[in-house]
Structures are given as structure tokens and as C-alpha cells.
């Protein structure tokens, strides 16, 4: 099967811009999760749906981070303003039901904030 | 709160000896523990998961154990390769229900 599509692999922007990082899940998996992994450390959830609804977004940081998945399958996930402290990798990850404990992660969007 | 932590953030072995990532957690409610491998420039991998009411389970040259009393979690490696040169992480998850990494242990295959 297919894996998780993610683009654009690599982003460079200046802080204050704004970026739009893009996920494409393995067919059929109702569950998606967004996760920010900073350079030497593990991956930190920041939000989880279940087909178009928001499961969990509590670390999330609203004032700047939007994510969305209207048709259940596609996600997107947007910082606006970004800041020096967002340079990281964000990765996508699915799993079939909210239940399901393996998750299937992207390659990931590295990004670099100037 | 949850944190799962890891003794050694490094580990380098000779190639053909066996490996021994570990891994201390904090909730003692957590219930299923999971390892991931997480090469260069690409998403973490699935090994080998657990379940709270295990104490081992294996895998091709992987076995993971648990210690509940200690709260303490480690993957074995067998005949490390050099494919195996990743960054490990394990993960809990626990009354959130949601997955917590570690920060991950750089595993180096060395000739």
C-alpha cells in the first residue's frame, strides 16, 4: 500500500511568514495525527482527527498553528506568524481507527525559520 | 503528567553484537509501550510493540522487554547490522490515550 505522502520535504522562510505543509494518509485511514519533532528530540503531538473532526488539539499552539481536514482525507497544517522556535520537522502520521496503537508516519516537512 | 525518558541519548556497538536500548516511563497506568526506529531524513518506523500485561515479546532479532516493577522498557537488537544505525525512540501510551515519545537513543553500527 501506498504510505504517507507529505510536501514540501524541505521550507525555508523568514520568522513572521507564514507555511502550509501538506498530508496525503494511506488510503482508508480515518485517524490523523500532526506532530513536531525539534532536532534532537522525540515527536510532540499537536493535534489528532478522526475523519474531518478534531479529536485533540490541546498542544496545539492556536495563536499561530491552524490545521484542517475537510474531506476526511487530506490535511493541512499552517503557521502564521512563525516564529525561530517552529524550525522543525512536522510529521504526519494515520492509523486506521482512533484506537489503533501503530501509526504510520510521513517522511516529513523540515522547515527552517530564519 | 506522562514523560518517558530514555538512560543513554547514545550507543554505538560493534557490528554482529547484540544491541540494548533502554527506556525509563513515568505513568505507571500506561498500558502499551511501542518502539520506534527512525533513520535519517525520514518518519519513525514501527519494531515491535507491547502490552502492559506482557514482560516479553519478539520479533525478527528484535525482542522487547518490560519491567512494570521499575517501570522500565528496553529493545534488544541481535547481530546488529549496519542498516540498524537509526535513532530509537520508545513511546507509552497511557490514560490520554495518546502516544508519548521519548527523546530517542542514536544507535551507531560500527565496522
Known amino acids: 500500500e501506498a504510505g504517507v505522502a507529505q510536501s514540501p520535504r524541505y521550507k525555508i522562510i523568514e520568522k513572521r511568514q507564514s507555511v502550509a505543509f501538506w498530508c496525503n494518509p494511506i488510503s482508508g485511514h480515518a485517524t490523523l495525527y500532526w506532530y513536531q519533532q525539534i532536532l534532537g528530540q522525540g515527536p510532540k503531538l499537536l493535534i489528532q482527527?478522526?475523519?474531518?473532526?478534531?479529536?485533540?488539539d490541546s498542544q496545539l499552539p492556536k495563536d499561530r498553528f491552524s490545521a484542517e481536514r475537510l474531506k476526511g482525507v487530506d490535511s493541512t497544517l499552517k503557521i502564521q506568524p512563525a516564529k525561530l522556535e517552529d524550525s522543525a520537522v512536522y510529521l504526519c502520521?494515520?492509523?486506521?481507527?482512533?484506537?489503533?496503537?501503530?501509526?504510520?508516519f510521513g517522511a516529513g516537512s523540515r522547515l527552517t525559520v530564519l | 503528567g506522562e514523560s518517558v525518558g530514555l538512560h543513554l541519548p547514545t550507543l554505538s556497538v560493534q557490528e554482529g553484537d547484540n544491541s540494548i536500548i533502554n527506556c525509563a516511563y513515568s505513568n505507571s497506568a500506561s498500558d502499551y509501550f511501542i518502539w520506534y526506529k527512525q533513520e535519517s531524513g525520514k518518519g519513525p518506523q514501527f519494531i515491535i510493540d507491547i502490552r502492559s500485561n506482557m514482560d516479553k515479546r519478539q520479533g525478527q532479532r528484535v525482542t522487547v522487554l518490560l519491567n512494570k516493577t521499575v517501570k522500565h522498557l528496553s529493545l534488544q537488537i541481535a547481530a546488529t547490522q549496519p542498516g540498524d544505525s537509526a535513532v530509537y525512540f520508545c513511546a507509552e501510551k497511557g490514560s490520554a490515550r495518546q502516544l508519548t515519545f521519548g527523546s530517542g537513543t542514536q544507535l551507531t553500527v560500527l565496522p
Open positions: 502520521a494515520t492509523a486506521s481507527t482512533s484506537g489503533a496503537n501503530v501509526l504510520t
Open positions: 482527527f478522526q475523519n474531518n473532526g478534531v479529536v485533540d
